[in-house]
C-alpha cells in the first residue's frame, strides 16, 4: 500500500518562506510525474507546480519566479520551496504521484497559512 506523506506547511509571515516535503512509502516505480496543488477555502483545487522523471517543470503563474519545484527520484520525493510567500498562497497543499500505468496517489495535505 503507498502512502504520500506531507510535512513542512505551517504558519508563516508575508514575505517569508516554507519547504513542503512529499515522501512515498512503500514500493513505488514508474513515476511519470510528480506535483503539487493547492486548494483554498471556497476554491476548486489548482495546480501548483509539476516535474516529469527527466526534470521538466511546469508552473501556475501565480507562483512562477518565487516557487521552486524539486525531486529525489531515488527517494520518491518531491519538495516545493516557496519563497517570497503572499496571504493569497494560503491554503491546503496536495503532492501527487502520477505513475506511468496511470495509477494516481495523492497525500493527505498540509495547510500553509500566510499572514500579512
Known amino acids: 500500500q503507498v502512502q504520500l506523506v506531507e510535512s513542512g506547511g505551517g504558519l508563516v509571515q508575508a514575505g517569508g518562506s516554507l519547504r513542503l516535503s512529499c515522501a512515498a512509502s512503500?514500493?513505488?516505480?514508474?513515476?511519470?510525474?510528480m506535483g503539487w496543488y493547492r486548494q483554498a477555502p471556497g476554491k476548486q483545487r489548482e495546480l501548483v507546480a509539476t516535474?516529469?522523471?527527466?526534470?521538466?517543470?511546469n508552473y501556475v503563474d501565480s507562483v512562477k519566479g518565487r516557487f521552486t519545484i524539486s525531486r529525489d527520484n531515488a527517494k520518491n520525493t518531491v519538495y516545493l520551496q516557496m519563497n517570497s510567500l503572499k496571504p493569497e498562497d494560503t491554503a491546503v497543499y496536495y503532492c501527487?504521484?502520477?505513475?506511468?500505468?496511470?495509477?494516481?496517489?495523492w497525500g493527505q495535505g498540509t495547510q500553509v497559512t500566510v499572514s500579512s
Open positions: 512503500g514500493s513505488i516505480f514508474g513515476i511519470n510525474f
Open positions: 516535474i516529469t522523471s527527466g526534470g521538466y517543470t
Open positions: 501527487r504521484h502520477r505513475l506511468i500505468s496511470g495509477a494516481d496517489y
